[in-house]
């Protein structure tokens, strides 16, 4: 064996040498990336099964909304604790009118939900010309109500011809 080492023993250095620096480079990626193998969200998610929305207050609130003359089209999505809500809106609704929608949408449900889960609501419109929308409001579970995004006013453009557009 000694007879082996010092005929290649620069071939023995680098084979060690080798197998360091993958060891050492195993250990930096460990530090630098702890977590791997864990889910995405983590811990946060640990007591959602605490905090169940039954499909009950989703039906609920797709009738009732629907029923609204303000409300073409509706839709929700829950992503881990974050709910989003989706309003196509009538042209003809006020700013003041579509941020009752969103409030009203809150009072379907509880308390402990609303503690837990943070609250989307994206006010939509079709007419494009209507710059004043989209408007996104979040009513996160430490907040009492809804931030709303800022008010605009609608921005009138001047098409080719020279002439107002609204």
Known sequence: ????IKRHRYTCILLLFFILIVILGLKVKEVLVPDEGKATYGERLKDIS???ISNEIYEKIDKEFKENDKIKKISHRLQGKILNYYLTLDDKVSVKD?????????TYFDEDLLSYYSVQIYLLKEDESLNNFPMIGLKDPLAKSISWTKER???VKEN???ENEE
């Open 98 to 106: 579509a941020k009752s929608l969103g409030d009203k949408l809150l």
């Open 1 to 4: 064996m000694k007879r082996f």
């Open 153 to 155: 006013d609608i921005v």
């Open 50 to 52: 605490k905090y169940p």
């Open 160 to 162: 080719k011809s020279g």
